[in-house]
């Protein structure tokens, strides 16, 4: 394949999901720009209408207008389908109203950890009732919060999130620790509402008696999860250059960054500037010949949804890679680590799973055969992706999933190599 031209990825995951929930809970009307329009935020959009809350259609390149303020409780369970952003965030602001609430999701978010979220929910104060042990479904109804100092056993931006997020609804205090500082966009944007909030490494305080929240005014920036598989393409084509264009490079979630320029990968950052206290620049990318790296346990947080996509990339590079302590890829949209190394060799790259670690040999024929994708939409656009090298032939079993985060993805990807 040729690339060329410059894209833009859809909006930020991650900051849709919790610009839309902190609009809910500003009394006033907020609007967003640049939210991303998929099945995982209009899960999002769609609970929140359950809680009362008035919020516009998302629509690509429409404004989303948000009435938050008065939730009421819902008259039925609130389904979340696919997006654990949603059930976990979601909880944390439940933490704080004083009615029941029935969660669930579709069979793959019920097999996720929910107690990660809460038992600490828990101990501030809001009583569960589990129906299927760590899983959806549950019931929850909040209570009056007391203050929470947590050590979170994973680096987790949703549990981190989810805590803050009670603290805000609730008027608590909430000291949240994590072993390794996960994605740092509920910070950005606390801070930016001029909420009491504090960092000090890998510990966040959020200070009692947070005042009202504003209403929000604010431009998404695009994302770059969704960015990495159009950047794999480009780095797996024989000519070109291709810009994506809007790509938010926060530090936290940059890793997969750090990672390609040890793999010798050509990605330029430019016109780095700040949006809405994130910052966004363009990626020129080239064709890269690459070589295999160590990713070492603590880079993991900052490139937690990037394995599908540099594993695909290792496989391409010369040398073994090895991704270390990613286990929590067993707990994801599916077991991304079985997953994963199942997938790789069933196009013909060597792949196992050690321990809690991923090894890739990459080098070797055109990638070649059928990719049983779970369900998992990053691991769709990760095989996809691999699936434009020269003479390769690789079969997804379903090219739905991709519609949860990156609903443009295949015209995207077909976009960039020109037909
Ligand atoms: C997310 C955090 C990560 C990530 C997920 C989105 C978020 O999950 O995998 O896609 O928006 O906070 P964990 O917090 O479980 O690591």
Same mark, same amino acid.
């Given at each position: 394949m040729n690339v060329s031209g410059t894209i833009h990825p859809p909006g930020d995951k991650s900051i849709t999901h919790r610009a839309l929930l902190l609009a809910a809970l500003a009394p006033g009307e907020s609007t967003i720009r640049g939210a991303l329009s998929a099945a995982d935020t209009r899960r999002t959009a769609h609970v929140l209408r359950k809680l009362g809350v008035r919020v516009s259609p998302l629509r690509r390149g429409a404004t989303v207008r948000i009435r938050g303020g008065t939730w009421r409780a819902p008259a039925e369970t609130l389904h979340c389908g696919n997006s654990g952003t949603t059930a976990r965030l979601l909880l944390g602001l439940l933490a704080a109203r004083r009615f029941t609430v029935r969660l669930t999701g579709d069979a793959s978010l019920r097999r996720r950890p929910m107690r990660r979220i809460t038992e600490p929910l828990g101990r501030m104060g809001a009583t569960i009732w589990e129906e299927n042990g760590d899983h959806l479904p549950l019931r929850i109804r909040g209570g009056r919060l007391v203050s929470l100092e947590w050590t979170s056993p994973v680096a987790s931006g949703q549990v981190k999130t989810a805590l803050l997020f009670a603290g805000l609804a609730g008027g608590a205090r909430v000291v949240v620790r994590e072993p390794v500082r996960s994605r740092d966009h509920t910070e950005r944007l606390l801070l930016a509402l001029k909420c009491p909030l504090s960092i000090d490494g890998t510990t966040v305080v959020l200070e009692r008696g947070a005042r009202r929240l504003p209403p929000l005014a604010l431009t998404v920036p695009g994302d770059v999860s969704s960015a990495a598989f159009l950047v794999a393409a480009a780095l797996l084509a024989e000519a070109g250059e291709l810009t994506v264009a809007?790509?938010?490079?926060?530090p936290t979630r940059t890793g997969f960054l750090r990672v390609l320029e040890r793999m010798r990968a050509r990605v330029t950052r430019r016109g780095l500037r700040d949006e809405a206290g994130e910052p966004v620049a363009d990626l020129a990318v080239r064709p890269s010949a690459l070589q295999a790296t160590q990713v070492a346990a603590e880079e993991i947080p900052s490139l937690i949804d990037e394995v599908p996509v540099l594993a695909i990339l290792a496989g391409r590079a010369v040398g073994e890679t090895v991704f270390r302590g990613?286990?929590?890829?067993?707990?994801? /949209?599916? =077991?991304r680590l079985s997953l994963l190394a199942a997938n790789l060799r069933a196009v013909g790259i060597g792949a196992d799973v050690v321990g809690d670690d991923l090894v890739v040999r990459g080098g070797g024929a055109p990638p070649r055969g059928r990719v049983?994708?779970?369900?998992?939409h990053r691991v769709a656009m990760a095989f996809a992706a691999l699936g434009t090298v020269a003479d390769a032939r690789v079969a997804l079993s /379903?090219? =739905?999933?991709?519609?949860?985060?990156?609903?443009e993805f295949f015209r995207d990807l077909r976009r960039i190599g020109g037909r």
């Open positions: 809007g790509v938010g490079v926060n990613v286990g929590e890829l067993r707990v994801k /949209e599916s =077991d049983e994708t779970g369900g998992d /379903e090219r =739905d999933s991709p519609a949860v985060s990156y609903p």
